[in-house]
């Protein structure tokens, strides 16, 4: 009949008995998914944007860490000062700003940072410099974690 | 009855008193009254949850106000002295002499929190019968057959006067209110469910878009009048209103696809991360392997410390930790571990055996097959041959 058949209403795909009957996690279930990967885009987007940076820096590298090498000095200096420190900063201030949003690879970017930052002071006493002093922040205790390394 | 000021010693009373509340009692009956004293600040009284009258202003205005009926004593003393109670049938809200008496005021009056059941003593039909969109009140009215049964609507075409209660969705036929069984004598079957159409009263069949309109106002209303009635957060009437829009979704099918979401998610985060500490180790041992050629020991010792603290430790602790959840890429990157402890080895000689408090040259591994070779040293350091 006509009549029944508008009476009864449809509600975002479902009967509206169904609406009404199902249960609460049981309607939210799909919801839930749908965050997680929102969240999942999230951090994915953040890490892959820092993962840009560290290849620029490892294309870089091959060129800088040769020049080390070789102690080409005023190579050294020229490019440390323009090319190394230019692609660093960004890197530095994009993985303060967003880093954190990258989560479980938050402190691995931090590892990577602190090494190239490492061939840069070792460019720096090459050139005349002084050894520095740096630290790039890790989330944990991964000091506490190294006591299990030196039992494994 | 005679109210006087309350001189007991009952503390409940007493300690009302030195806040500033005017307690009575009734010198016939002894009963008490809280009422709010004369150094009250209603402001200040008012009930978190309601700093403002909107909802009140908006029942006074919108609410179908008829005379109190239900049972509590409170009301039906008043009701007894003279007063004027009425009560809302949609919000179940309660007016004396016009003004809305909130929880709070009734606490202060009585000593008790207002029954939830006060709300429903109230008889009358449901939100949506009472024509709110429209403003009319159809409950007491019988209209001409407006649903889709064919039956009646052929009775209405052959000119017989049908009519339906909106209130009770009773059909009333030639004057006579049908039963079932006046029906199925008629036609020959039970009527289906000959529903009132409260969406269009001009006669006209309802659009859907008309019918999801309605079915959102009806929400919309509830959630309103749940969160009035019955002290619901905002937030819980808006899940009211939502929870119904959800989609039906299949148990089985939701926990799997979760899961397999989850798993694929933690084995490619954790192997990308592990990627990422290759990376740094990599190029954190190439400069260590640089300052080793170029024979300064001081600065290799110097950078094989950072390296380790900062860039070796976190990455090799962290595959230890976390690497198993990708089994596919552990055994791949304990490969690459191994071999870079041996490059890092290489390049310190016995640095970290003393820097660390073990012997690390100790943990040399063949990189070649995978497999763990203990070296054995003389005390002079020498290895056993």
């Not at chain 1, 090498?69 to 190579?75: A, G, Q, V």
């Not at chain 2, 090799?316 to 490969?335: I, K, M, Q, R, T």
Request: include cysteine.
């Amino acid at each position: 009949m006509v009549s029944q058949t508008l009476g009864s209403v449809q509600i975002g795909g479902m009967n509206e008995a169904v609406a009404k009957t199902g249960s609460t996690l049981r309607k939210a279930f799909p919801y839930a998914l749908k965050f997680a990967e929102g969240m999942a885009f999230a951090i994915e987007l953040v890490t892959f944007q820092l993962y840009f940076y560290e290849e620029a820096m490892v294309l870089f590298m091959r060129i800088y860490s040769r020049e080390i090498y070789n102690k080409e000095l005023d190579k050294i200096w020229f490019d440390q000062v323009v090319n190394f420190d230019f692609i660093f900063s960004w890197y530095v201030s994009d993985w303060k700003q967003y880093g954190i949003l990258a989560v479980y690879s938050y402190n691995a970017i931090s590892s990577c940072l602190y090494q190239l930052r490492a061939w840069r002071e070792y460019g720096e006493i090459l050139t005349g410099g002084m050894p520095s002093y740096y630290d790039f922040q890790h989330i944990g205790d991964y000091l506490a974690d190294a006591e299990q390394v030196k039992n494994f | 009855m005679v109210w006087v000021k309350y001189e007991g010693t009952e503390e409940r009373y007493t300690s009302l008193q030195s806040l500033g509340y005017e307690v009575l009692t009734d010198l016939d009956t002894g009963t008490m009254r809280v009422t709010l004293g004369s150094n009250s600040n209603p402001d200040v009284l008012t009930p978190s949850g309601v700093t403002s009258s909107t909802i009140f202003d908006d029942v006074q205005s919108k609410g179908y106000w008829y005379d109190y009926n239900g049972a509590d004593p409170y009301y039906v003393g008043l009701q007894k002295d003279g007063f004027t109670v009425q009560q809302d049938r949609v919000s179940g809200y309660i007016r004396v002499n016009g003004k809305i008496i909130t929880d709070y005021e009734y606490y202060k009056a009585t000593g008790k929190m207002p029954s939830v059941s006060k709300y429903y003593d109230a008889p009358g039909p449901s939100t949506s019968d009472l024509g709110m969109e429209t403003g009319t009140d159809i409950t007491k009215s019988w209209r001409a057959y407006n649903g889709g049964d064919l039956n009646l609507l052929g009775l209405m075409e052959d000119g017989v006067d049908v009519l339906q209660n909106g209130a009770t969705d009773e059909i009333m036929v030639n004057g006579k209110v049908w039963t079932p069984v006046d029906y199925y004598e008629e036609f020959g079957k039970f009527p289906g469910k000959v529903t009132w159409s409260q969406l269009d009263e001009g006669g006209e069949w309802p659009s859907l878009r008309s019918l999801l309109l309605q079915a959102d106002a009806e929400r919309m209303q509830s959630a309103t009048t749940y969160s009035n009635i019955e002290g619901k957060s905002f937030s819980r009437a808006i899940w009211e209103k939502f929870k119904t829009k959800l989609p039906s979704y299949e148990w089985g099918v939701g926990i799997v696809d979760a899961g397999l979401f989850l798993l694929a998610y933690e084995m490619e985060a954790v192997s990308f991360t592990e990627y990422l500490y290759y990376e740094a180790v990599r190029w954190g041992v190439r400069l260590l392997k640089v300052i080793y050629l170029h024979k300064d020991t001081t600065l290799l010792h110097y950078f094989a410390d950072k390296i380790y603290r900062n860039v070796w430790a976190p990455a090799y602790s962290f595959h230890l930790a976390w690497g198993p959840l990708n089994p596919f890429s552990f055994d791949g990157y304990e490969v690459v571990y191994r071999y870079y402890w041996n490059e890092i080895l290489k390049y310190t000689g016995n640095y970290f055996d003393n820097a660390f408090g073990f012997r690390a040259s100790e943990y040399k591994t063949n990189s070649n097959t995978g497999s763990e070779t203990i070296n054995e040293y003389h005390t002079n350091g020498t290895q056993v041959e």
